[in-house]
């Protein structure tokens, strides 16, 4: 089970999951996809990497691993503006787990700000604080970005994997630039070919 209370810590992969309140759609048109994503690149890419996500109407699904503690004491030391910026000093611990939390905290909440504006409407867009779970093995990373890319289609928004544009799969078949570390991805699968056919497979008994 995913835990909102769970810290993010350096070095470690994370599912980031949440749902839109209500009835409510998080996503409303083409362009909010891109703004999300944008956002992302924003406010998270510089503390994680992007190994998959799956957005939906009303849901979405992002599989990330933090950098090292080091970048992510280098990043503290640049942006706080209660440190040296040609000194690095070094950051507590807790302190790091609450900066990686707030830089979540602020993507999910400049995106609902600006839904909220574009759709003159007031209130929480999100269902709750956002889910975190950490991904202990390569196994399970690989059955849960598998079920990242099947979602939509399990969901009953796309007939395929690759009809549905607001997911990485395309992005990992194909060679266009992308916020994904593909490479990395792949090596994980062993190799495009491999990629595809494990995707092809029917998940069964997996459990977020």
């Not at 190994?51 to 992510?72: A, D, T």
């Not at 609450?98 to 269902?127: H, P």
């Not at 630039?177 to 029917?202: A, K, M």
């Amino acid at each position: 089970m995913s835990d909102p209370l769970v810290s993010l810590q350096p070095d470690n992969c994370y599912h980031i999951y949440n749902h839109a309140v209500g009835n409510e759609n998080i996503f409303r048109s083409d362009k909010n996809y891109q703004s999300f994503l944008a956002g992302f690149q924003k406010h998270i890419f510089p503390i994680a990497d992007l190994l998959c996500y799956g957005l939906m109407k009303n849901h979405f699904h992002l599989v990330v691993r933090v950098r090292p503690s080091k970048e992510i004491i280098e990043l503290i030391n640049k942006t706080d503006i209660r440190f040296h910026p040609n000194k690095i000093v070094e950051i507590p611990a807790e302190q790091i787990i609450l900066f990686l939390s707030q830089q979540f905290s602020n993507f999910f909440n400049s995106y609902a700000k600006a839904i909220n504006k574009e759709n003159y409407r007031r209130g929480a867009l999100f269902e709750r604080a956002f889910h975190r779970k950490q991904v202990i093995t390569d196994e399970y990373l690989k059955r849960l970005i598998r079920y990242v890319h099947q979602n939509p289609v399990k969901d009953g928004f796309a007939t395929k994997m690759d009809e549905w544009k607001y997911s990485s799969y395309n992005s990992i078949i194909s060679l266009r630039p992308s916020l994904i570390v593909r490479d990395d991805v792949l090596e994980l699968f062993g190799d495009l070919e491999n990629f595809i056919f494990y995707h092809n497979q029917n998940e069964t008994g997996f459990e977020l």
